[in-house]
């Protein structure tokens, strides 16, 4: 591999994945690094959300992890650069988390740099009367990245079975066969040149807490706190059984999820990079050959 190992702050192994029976694996299965503490749900298994850690750090430390995160953004640049050239397959990078959970946060300190060009960002809210109007997949595949493209979901087609199953805002005959039309969605995507990554960031209630009071204290912040997000909180378990569901139903062989612990920022940066560099590594983007006798060609005065 082309990159260089993360230091260590200490000789422990790391080993931080706490889902019982649950290998450390490296995305896609792709036979690279794994990364400490990222914990990938294992299609078709029994899988245990509650039991995953969210305070894990891999064994790093702050300042190593802030070193490793500008390196490992130098990957993903020149490899969204190759991407970008070769103009034939495209990336969809998913998030979902719990108010507060960092998703914004974390796109802001991922994609840093990468030329704005080829990667969109899509935040993904109450759906419009427009959107209402059509089936639940329809806004989310308009915005699906096309070719030479890196698309970014903030929030997903999952609100259709996290929301919408925890506020009732449909009956269960409607949100639950959505896992199965979720898997339909991801397999066609995948079929069609898409690499997807879900990211599911896992931070502790008490965390929330933390942050949620942050947003009050500091003027700001204060823009960002909604009363409904005290009302959500009050649903803590009944969101944590839904992620749970859909992490569990929805983690194929082809678009897997990933847990990443979320309570440390700097952790939860550097996972989430290392996986979409890894991810993008592996598909080997390559700049296209130059037409024949560009070569040499002299440009006329
Ligand atoms: P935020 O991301 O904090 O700006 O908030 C966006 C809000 O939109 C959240 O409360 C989401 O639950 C809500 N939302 C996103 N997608 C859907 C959906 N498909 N159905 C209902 N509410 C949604
Ligand atoms: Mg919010």
């Known amino acids: 591999m082309s990159h260089k190992p993360i230091k260590r702050a200490s000789d422990t192994s790391g080993a931080t994945v706490t889902e019982p029976g649950a290998a450390c694996k490296s995305p896609g299965g792709t036979g690279l690094d794994a990364i400490p503490g990222l914990v990938t749900v294992r299609p078709g298994r029994v899988f245990d959300l509650a039991a995953v850690e969210t305070r894990a750090d891999g064994g790093l430390d702050k300042a190593a992890a802030g070193e490793a995160l500008v390196a490992t953004r130098a990957r993903i640049v020149a ?3 190759r991407l970008y050239a070769e103009h034939r397959r495209s990336l969809l990078v998913v998030f979902q988390a ?5 998703k914004d946060g974390t796109i802001r300190a991922v994609f840093e740099g990468v030329n704005p060009q080829g990667c969109r960002v899509w935040p993904f809210k109450v759906p419009s009367a427009e959107e209402a109007d059509h089936d639940f997949l329809w806004r989310y595949h308009a915005k699906a990245p096309g070719r030479g493209m890196i698309g ?3 929030r997903s087609h999952y609100e259709d ?4 199953r925890v506020k009732n805002l449909v009956p269960e005959s409607v949100w639950r066969p959505r896992y199965d039309q979720i898997n339909d969605f991801e397999a066609m995507l995948t079929a069609s040149g898409t690499t997807i990554l879900k990211f599911f960031l896992h931070i502790s209630k008490a965390e929330q807490k933390k942050r949620l009071e942050a947003r009050i204290a500091a003027p700001e912040k204060q823009w960002k706190f909604d009363a409904a997000d005290l009302v959500e909180r009050a649903a803590w378990d009944a969101y944590q059984a839904a992620f749970t569901e859909a992490l569990a139903r929805c983690s194929t062989k082809a678009a897997p999820w990933h847990v990443v612990p ?3 920022k700097w952790f939860r940066n550097l996972v989430v990079a290392r996986t979409i560099a890894d991810t993008l590594e592996a598909m080997d983007p390559r700049i296209p050959e130059a037409r024949p006798g560009v070569a040499g060609t002299i440009v006329p005065d």
């Open 262 to 264: 979320a309570d440390r």
């Open 79 to 81: 490899l969204q650069e």
């Open 98 to 102: 719990i108010d507060t959970g960092g």
């Open 161 to 164: 079975v996290l929301v919408a």
């Open 152 to 154: 970014v979901f903030n």
